[in-house]
Nanobody
Framework: QVQLVESGGGLVQAGDSLRLSCVASVRNFNSYDLAWFRQVGEKEREFVAA???????YYADSSEGRFTMSRDDNENTVDLQMNSLKPEDTAVYYC?????????????????WGPGTQVTVSS
């Protein structure tokens, strides 16, 4: 069983930066692929970024160039550095983990989810 807990959300202004963190309670953390998704209300949860067990990163078009995802296998953590934030980045951000070689940007690929952290970007 994998438990994930996000932190770092908050209220910022457009153009500001924010760093989200996710800590995992699991053995063999370094064998998991991890991702960040976000959701606005009842809309579809959308892919933001992912990092493979080997450190390869993947980004949504909306995140590329502004967001950076990293992991620390010694601390069982994964971070999302978000720069140049826009009002349209406002959402609840979720950390997710998977242990199988499935698509990185598909919600259904991930078996484990955190409760989420709210990010609000004002204009």
């Amino acid at each position: 069983q994998v438990q994930l807990v996000e932190s770092g959300g908050g209220l910022v202004q457009a153009g500001d930066s924010l760093r989200l963190s996710c800590v995992a309670s699991v053995r063999n953390f370094n064998s998991y692929d991890l991702a960040w998704f976000r959701q606005v209300g009842e809309k579809e949860r959308e892919f933001v970024a992912a990092i493979s067990w080997s450190g390869v990163t993947y980004y949504a078009d909306s995140s590329e160039g502004r967001f950076t995802m990293s992991r620390d296998d010694n601390e069982n953590t994964v971070d999302l550095q978000m720069n140049s934030l826009k009002p349209e980045d406002t959402a609840v951000y979720y950390c997710a983990a998977k242990s199988y070689s499935t698509s990185y940007n598909v919600r259904e690929s991930y078996s484990y989810w955190g409760p989420g952290t709210q990010v609000t970007v004002s204009s």
